[in-house]
Nanobody
Framework: QAQLVESGGGLVQAGGSLRLSCAASGFTFSRYAIGWFRQAPGKEREFVAGISRNGDSTNYADSVKDRFTVSRDNTKNTVSLQMNSLKPEDTAIYYC????????????????????WGQGTQVTVSS
């Protein structure tokens, strides 16, 4: 069955960097756009970044633009989220999600467009 497994979370000081990875299996990875979402305590889950199924389009939340970079390797069925200049407000559980799309360059930002989800990885940024 479809599975997404995140890794790379941890504790980092403000201004530091982390790289999250997401490994996919059990579905045709190249037919799915991938999104990264996060949920902080007491807050709703929010879109962070996404990448189209062929990797040529990306989309970022305004709060992470110019600090985070999403990339994918369809030969390895993996997606990465490079997070730089981290801030305490980036503290959250980060999830990767896969959503089927018939279009190469589409990036969905709504979580209801994603059907497969990982278990999440905790990112904590200390001030």
């Amino acid at each position: 069955q479809a599975q997404l497994v995140e890794s790379g979370g941890g504790l980092v000081q403000a201004g530091g960097s982390l790289r999250l990875s997401c490994a996919a299996s059990g579905f045709t990875f190249s037919r799915y756009a991938i999104g990264w979402f996060r949920q902080a305590p007491g807050k709703e889950r929010e879109f962070v970044a996404g990448i189209s199924r062929n990797g040529d389009s990306t989309n970022y939340a305004d709060s992470v633009k110019d600090r985070f970079t999403v990339s994918r390797d369809n030969t390895k069925n993996t997606v990465s989220l490079q997070m730089n200049s981290l801030k305490p407000e980036d503290t959250a559980i980060y999830y990767c999600a896969a959503g089927f799309t018939a279009y190469n360059s589409v990036v969905m930002t709504s979580d209801d467009r994603y059907s497969y989800w990982g278990q999440g990885t905790q990112v904590t940024v200390s001030s």
